[in-house]
């Protein structure tokens, strides 16, 4: 295991000097430019497509605003921290015509790079720089005077100075204050679709959704059934992030810990690990990205998904609550 790197270690001078376009200002852009414009960069321009609904907030932030092809033209590097299947259509309308010789790409995900969306000419600078955790959340974390881990790898280094861009920039946005380790774009990639698809949001929706339906199948009430399997989620989350996995067992009641120990070996049974077989071999072949990049592509990409959503009981007994709890039924 390497070692981290601390703010301490690092020089961020390579970030400070530098014309800086963040194409975005979603989660990810308006954190790291609202960060790295308090660690001292001074050059940052905020790129977005004609129309954009995020112009009006960028510019109330302070920054100036200008198109995709202007950035091209302008910036050192670029921080490419819009959506990641949109990267292809960017890339190819917006920054490949346009691009100033020698300018640095740097991205928080390996998807664009390691699928060959993007295909970087001979004299670019291709960084990946990942705090990881939500976009939102690096800002909260660098406003307590903390960060999230970064993790920063070096594609293709045809400055011979794209490690020291990319330790800059991680430890402009936060992540030195807690530590910066070296990856890959692949394992970066393939660590973070994986966990996000069978536990973080695929899996842990899978099960929420079937339990409650399962408990209300059994006679218990929508109320009890969504706080008992959709809506304490969150406080084990906070024991495994405070404590890990141990710890959570220790901190919870005997009767819940000898529950789960019973059923936790049922659940992840060889189906479970048959369907984290197929879910890895479509991330590693590549087919859920062509399949993903394609869906995005033909626009209108999980609106019947996300409508269908809306209307399961699990939803409508999910806003009861919360509407008692925190007034509202969001």
């Known amino acids: ?49 004609d129309g954009s609904p995020s112009r009006s907030k960028a510019e109330a932030d302070g920054f100036e605003v200008i198109g995709l092809d202007e950035a091209a033209r302008w910036a050192d590097a670029i921080a490419l921290l819009a959506a990641d299947e949109a990267h292809r259509q960017i890339w190819d ?16 995900h390996g998807f664009s790079i390691h699928y060959g969306l993007i295909e970087p000419p001979a004299d670019a600078d291709i960084i990946l720089a990942a705090a990881k955790g939500p976009g939102g959340a690096v800002r909260q974390e660098f406003e307590k005077g903390k960060g999230l881990i970064g993790f920063w790898a070096v594609h293709q280094d045809a400055s011979g100075h794209a490690r020291e861009l990319a330790l800059a920039y991680l430890a402009g946005i936060g992540s030195g204050e807690v530590g910066i380790f070296p990856t890959t774009f692949r394992e970066e990639t393939v660590s973070d679709l ?26 218990v009430s929508p109320r009890m059934a969504y706080i008992d399997c959709v809506h304490e989620i969150k406080y084990l989350a906070d024991l495994i992030q405070a404590r890990g996995i141990a710890g959570m067992y220790e901190a919870i009641s005997d009767t819940a ?74």
């Open 1 to 49: 295991m390497t070692d981290p790197l601390y703010t301490k270690d690092i020089d961020l001078d390579p970030i400070r000097k530098c014309r800086l376009a963040i194409l975005g200002y979603g989660n990810h852009g308006r954190s790291h430019a609202l960060c790295l414009r308090d660690s001292g960069v001074r050059d940052i321009r905020i790129a977005l497509r």
């Open 194 to 219: 994986f966990g996000e698809q069978v536990v973080l949001v695929g899996g842990m929706v899978a099960l929420a959704k079937a339990s409650f339906d399962r408990l209300v199948a059994a006679g």
């Open 93 to 108: 309308q917006h920054i490949a015509p346009h691009r100033k010789p020698g300018q640095a790409l740097i991205l928080c």
């Open 257 to 330: 810990e000898y529950g789960a120990r019973q059923i936790e070996d049922a659940i992840a049974g060889p189906e479970l690990r048959r369907t984290f077989d197929r879910a890895m071999t479509a991330i590693e072949d590549g087919s859920f990205a062509r399949r993903w990049v394609e869906t995005y592509e033909a626009g209108n990409a999980m609106t019947a998904d996300r409508a269908r959503d809306r209307e399961l009981p699990v939803e409508a007994a999910g806003a009861e609550l919360r509407s008692r709890i925190y007034g509202d039924a969001k």
